[in-house]
């Protein structure tokens, strides 16, 4: 929209975010040995002498993830965003020399909740990272809306009048592309995707080394007696940054320019 000396620009945009993220470590079995002649005897390399009994040999470790879910469903870690943003500018030609520039931009980011709550966990009272007792998990949730304000101002002078001195500079506060992958991580370690196997020593009789690791899955697959917790504050934002820059433009003689 145009009048007078202005130049506003006024705008609008919405982005719809999903991914679906298969962090599963190991689901294909981690096997743990003392030495290598070990590992022979306990691999197929032992059955190739039919007097060693590779089912009777332990090794150190094993263990193994499985899926939790309802018919070992892949234990996809799905995030779901709504991004909308609304943005405003005026450019003012204070002049023929000086332009003066500023706006808003305001962004709110929208988290769809995972509905993979966890009641052992959630309810219980914490320790907040400031010492204070009394803080709340909910593993289910991802944080709450929020406004993030973004003004900047800049400005353009044509200092000689004739296009050949150009001074201009700027500052704001820019959000950019926000690190989904931060709050992704509390759908991931909230102890209900996964089953966890963890033996050792003789334990490890009841694993025989094999490539079909899937034969260890329970018929009623459990969830693990202890698990890793990542949880996002409710009143988690995502950071922003303030940038500042001045320059000059300086044509030279013979058709150089000098930018600094």
Same mark, same amino acid.
């Given at each position: 929209m145009y009048k007078n000396k202005h130049t506003y620009t006024f705008g609008a945009n919405f982005e719809q975010y999903k991914?679906?993220?298969?962090?599963?470590?190991?689901?294909?079995? /981690?096997?743990?040995?003392?030495s290598l002649a070990q590992f022979y005897a306990a691999s197929d390399f032992g059955l190739l002498n039919p007097n060693v009994d590779t089912s009777a040999?332990?090794?150190?470790? &094993?263990?193994?993830?499985?899926?939790?879910?309802?018919?070992?469903?892949a234990p996809l870690?799905?995030? $779901? /965003?709504n991004k909308f943003d609304l943005y405003a500018q005026d450019e003012f030609q204070i002049n023929k020399r000086f332009k003066l520039t500023y706006g808003i931009r305001a962004g709110i980011i929208s988290f769809d909740d995972t509905g993979l709550a966890n009641p052992t966990v959630d309810g219980q009272?914490?320790?907040?990272?400031?010492?204070n007792r009394g803080y709340k998990v909910q593993t289910g949730k991802l944080p709450d809306p929020k406004v993030l304000w973004e003004p900047r101002a800049g400005f353009n002078w044509d200092a000689l009048g004739n296009k050949k001195l150009q001074i201009r500079g700027?500052?704001?506060?820019?959000?950019?592309?926000?690190?989904?992958?931060? /709050?992704?991580?509390?759908?991931?370690?909230?102890? /209900?995707?996964?089953?966890f196997i963890d033996v050792s020593g003789a334990g490890t009789l009841?694993? $025989? &080394?094999?490539? !079909?690791t899937n034969v260890f899955i329970?018929?009623?697959?459990?969830?693990?007696?202890? &698990?890793?917790?990542a949880a996002t504050d409710d009143?988690?934002? &995502?950071? !922003?940054?303030? $940038?500042n820059n001045l320059g000059i433009d300086h044509k030279l003689p013979y058709g150089l320019d000098c930018f600094c």
């Open positions: 991914s679906d993220n298969l962090f599963f470590p190991a689901s294909n079995g /981690v096997y743990v040995f003392d040999i332990r090794y150190n470790r &094993f263990q193994y993830r499985y899926s939790a879910l309802e018919g070992a469903e870690q799905t995030l $779901k /965003v009272d914490y320790t907040d990272g400031n010492g700027g500052t704001g506060i820019f959000t950019g592309r926000p690190p989904y992958v931060w /709050v992704s991580n509390t759908i991931g370690n909230n102890g /209900v995707l996964t089953g009841q694993h $025989k &080394f094999t490539p !079909q329970p018929d009623t697959p459990t969830l693990p007696s202890t &698990f890793d917790i009143a988690y934002r &995502f950071p !922003q940054v303030w $940038k």
